[in-house]
Each structure stands twice: as C-alpha cells, then as structure tokens.
C-alpha cells in the first residue's frame, strides 16, 4: 500500500512538472534579451555588440548614437587594419586628432564625406533618402 502511494505520487510530482514546464514563463533575462535584440535591429558589427552588452547589462534601452569621437575612433580603426607597431601608432594619433593625410589633404573622415556626397550626388538622393544613404554610407 505504501508502495502504491509513492509512486502515485511521484506520477502526480511529473505531471505537475510537466503542465509547468509549458506554462513556465520567459526569464528576466530572456525577456530583456528579446528586448534588446528588438532595439538592435539594423545594428552591426561593434555597434551592435556594444549595445547589446550595454543593453543587456541594463545600462541602455534605447540604441544610442556613436560620439563624433567615437564615429572618428571605429573610421581610424578600420583604416589601420593590417598596421602594427610605431605605424600603427603614429596613424591612429594623426587620424584621432584630425591631421589631415599629407596625400589626401583631407583627413579620414572629410575623405569618407567626400566619397559619400559623390556617390549620393551620383544617385540622384534627396531629402530624407539623401539623408539615411548619408548616414549609413559614413558608418562603413
């Protein structure tokens, strides 16, 4: 009889697992990673990343834009792949602070602009159209 009533109830204990099991809500975290996953749509690369971290951390809800600093940073990056050591070193420092190229006369950013401006005018873009293929254009 006592053997009847243990598993009786350990059959009771699954079932009553199981019905939870499929009631069981999102996490905190899962929803904030759905969330966040939301808000970084059309993100990528170390934006994206960022703000995922950040998002998740709970330090951001919202997709913040990159500083001017910060636009200038990830540009020069990208610039200097494949550079190491003093090159490396002395490029990051002239494209940060400014300087322009001594071949171009521009610096890194006036030449990305440059370059964008011609393909827009290329186009034909105007108004809003000009504006989102601008801004996506100096992203990268």
Do not use: H, W, Y
Not at 2 to 25: H, R, T
Not at 52 to 71: E, F, I, Y
């Amino acid at each position: 009889m006592l053997k009847s009533i243990v598993v009786v109830a350990a059959a009771a204990a699954l079932a009553m697992g199981a019905a939870q099991a499929q009631d069981k809500q999102p996490t905190a975290q899962q929803q904030r990673m759905t969330q966040c996953n939301q808000e970084a749509k059309g993100m990528t690369g170390d934006a994206r990343q960022k703000f995922m971290s950040d998002c998740l951390a709970g330090k951001s809800g919202k997709a913040k834009p990159q500083t001017a600093q910060q636009q200038r940073m990830t540009q020069c990056n990208q610039e200097a792949k494949g550079m190491t050591g003093d090159a490396r070193q002395k490029f990051m420092s002239e494209c940060l602070s400014g300087k322009p190229d001594k071949a171009k006369g521009q610096t890194a950013q006036q030449q990305k602009m440059s370059d964008c401006n011609k393909q827009a005018a290329a186009k034909g873009l105007k108004g809003d159209a000009r504006q989102k293929f601008m801004s996506e254009c100096l992203k990268g």
